[in-house]
């Protein structure tokens, strides 16, 4: 497994986990609600399962070239603010209120997604796998401590 | 990382600035109707609905009870009912002009998140009693009118908007369908924004299907409605509590069409009351 199958590998769980927690902090919520919904509180849990997991695990089942580090800060942070977005948009409509900062949130997330996408795109393109330079014997990292000094 | 951090500081700018955050925009226009009247938002960006009697208004001594007001130009009754587990408090008002139905905004500010007690407001207007009102304060639409004073005039889509007109008739007008400048300047003394509809004609206008927004179960509920011109009737009910489940939409219809009215709107639900508070105000205790 290289460098980049882990990373991705890595994104997933954390996705998971966060897409778990939004999914209790959604339920929790509910409960002190008094029996008012939000589809946006319910549902924010999408953001992190789809759109991160999901995405993560297209990369490796599908033949496709995985994020660089700066197009995967930027779709990570994409994703984190949809999903925050959400979070407040249903804090907002539980307590029947709103905020006109409330479209900032939707809009530097997919800003962001598309960045991530465009960065994709033009990032040089790493070996399947990972950036480790090969050595002159054929081997991973540094080259041996006999090479070296000649 | 640095993105995180900023993500987060701005979340929490944004629920300060919906919640907490002040943002005073007009001092209230004080308006003389035969008295020194303030108008301004409710406490918990509420508009309180106050009936305020001041010392040039009547020139009889008014006769007070614990649960009753009278003077030559406003009588006030005060029921208390159990009703579906729920403890409500029906105030019957009638006045000689509706100039006694009168509003304050909180601190007498008009903006968001302008908060002031009730019974503060009603103890400062000298009011005989006092309801809480719409939430204009807590959101950004809606028109608002108070005592001939047009403050916002943007539309909160789909909502009934209360009007109550210079002979007091009150009256519901879908937001859409007009403007609240036009409303002020059609002589509408109060304009209130909130709904919807529960009783028309005299007919039960919700079902018990119906409910405020996605709101599903029974909560305290404020409700103002009509029998006659200056004939009015004021309900407020808890709710959420151990001793009061509170009241659906329906229910709350039916509480009101059982006290006459032709025409009633339900007012604000899920706020505080202060009616208790005004009860211990006409017995001559200090409102808490």
Redesign the interface.
């Known amino acids: 497994m290289d460098r980049m199958q882990r990373r991705d590998k890595r994104a997933i769980a954390v996705y998971g986990t966060a897409a778990a927690f939004c999914g209790v902090f959604a339920f929790v919520y509910a409960q002190f609600s008094h029996g008012v919904s939000s589809v946006a509180m319910t549902f924010m849990f999408l953001y992190p399962l789809i759109g991160g997991a999901g995405m993560y695990a297209l990369m490796l089942v599908l033949p496709l070239r995985s994020f660089g580090r700066l197009s995967s800060n930027a779709y990570n942070s994409g994703i984190a603010t949809l999903a925050v977005g959400s979070l407040l948009a249903g804090v907002f409509e539980i307590a029947g209120t709103s905020s006109a900062y409330q479209p900032v949130f939707t809009v530097a997330g997919v800003a962001l997604i598309a960045a991530a996408f465009v960065l994709w795109f033009i990032e040089p393109r790493r070996s399947s796998e990972g950036a480790c330079p090969r050595t002159a014997a054929g081997q991973r990292g540094r080259p041996a401590l006999r090479e070296r000094r000649r | 990382m640095l993105?995180?951090v900023a993500?987060?500081g701005?979340?929490v700018f944004?629920?300060l600035?919906?919640?907490v955050l002040p943002h005073a925009q007009t001092a209230v226009v004080a308006t003389a109707v035969g008295t020194t009247v303030s108008t301004g938002t409710v406490a918990s960006d509420d508009v309180t609905t106050a009936t305020a009697s001041t010392s040039n208004a009547s020139t009889t001594t008014p006769t007070v009870t614990d649960t009753s007001y009278a003077d030559e130009n406003i009588q006030i009754t005060i029921s208390t009912l159990r009703v579906d587990d729920t403890d409500v408090y029906v105030a019957d008002v009638q006045v000689s002009s509706v100039a006694y139905l009168k509003t304050a905004l909180a601190q007498d500010t008009f903006g968001r998140n302008i908060k002031q007690a009730t019974s503060d407001m009603a103890e400062a207007h000298d009011a005989i009693l006092a309801i809480n009102g719409d939430?204009y304060g807590?959101?950004?639409d809606g028109f608002v009118v108070r005592n001939g004073v047009l403050y916002r005039d943007t539309v909160s889509s789909g909502t009934d908007a209360l009007v109550v007109g210079e002979d007091g008739t009150l009256s519901a007008i879908g937001e859409d369908a007009t403007s609240a400048a036009s409303l002020a300047c059609a002589g509408y003394w109060q304009v209130l924004s909130f709904g919807p509809v529960l009783v028309d004609d005299g007919q039960l206008a919700v079902d018990e299907n119906d409910e405020v927004?996605?709101?599903?179960?029974s909560?305290p509920r404020t409700a103002i409605g009509m029998v006659n011109p200056l004939h009015y009737v004021l309900v407020v009910s808890d709710g959420?509590t151990s001793e009061s489940e509170g009241l659906t939409l329906y229910q709350l219809a039916q509480v009101m069409q059982d006290a006459g009215c032709g025409m009633h709107v339900r007012v604000q639900p899920?706020w505080r009351r202060v009616l208790d508070d005004v009860v211990q105000r006409l017995g001559g205790q200090q409102p808490h």
């Open positions: 993105y995180g993500l987060v701005f979340a944004v629920l600035d919906t919640f939430y807590f959101r950004d927004d996605k709101s599903m179960t909560n959420r899920r």
